[in-house]
């Protein structure tokens, strides 16, 4: 997700098992090219493959915003190319942050004196108008009227 037009993924690490049954359709994905057109996509985007024999494939991003905080998302025995891709482009949009549940309503201590808006509000902002004009009959110089 790009914060201020700055993309936040930093890094993606993929680490998968060269011979485990739980890797197959991330190597299919990997031999495919798919993974390194994806990289082509997105050039702000490091990309790392790590086998590591005899553990579970995990793709991990790294984030800009908490260089501190990664994200892990395994992709053990994933059916379809396109679920790891889906996973990817996850990863990418995410802000690097942490989600938290918004629990309580937010208090304030100036509330809004404009009230809430709805669509039936059209209001259109128009100015009285005035017309001046001279009578001659009057003593007056002039006479307003209101339209």
Known sequence: MA??????????SVYYCEHGGSSTMLRKFIASGRLSKW???????????SPRNGKH?????????CSTIQHQVTVKNYETQKDIQD???MLHSRSGRKITKIT????TDTPSIQGVWTPFLALVNEQPKIKIHASESSTTDGAASWQ
């Open 3 to 12: 914060t201020r037009g700055i993309f936040q993924l930093q890094k993606l």
């Open 39 to 49: 990289a082509s996509d997105h050039p702000h985007v490091e990309v790392s493959l």
């Open 57 to 65: 494939p995990f793709v991990q991003g790294n984030y800009k915003t």
């Open 87 to 89: 996973v990817l482009d």
């Open 104 to 107: 309580t309503p937010v208090l």
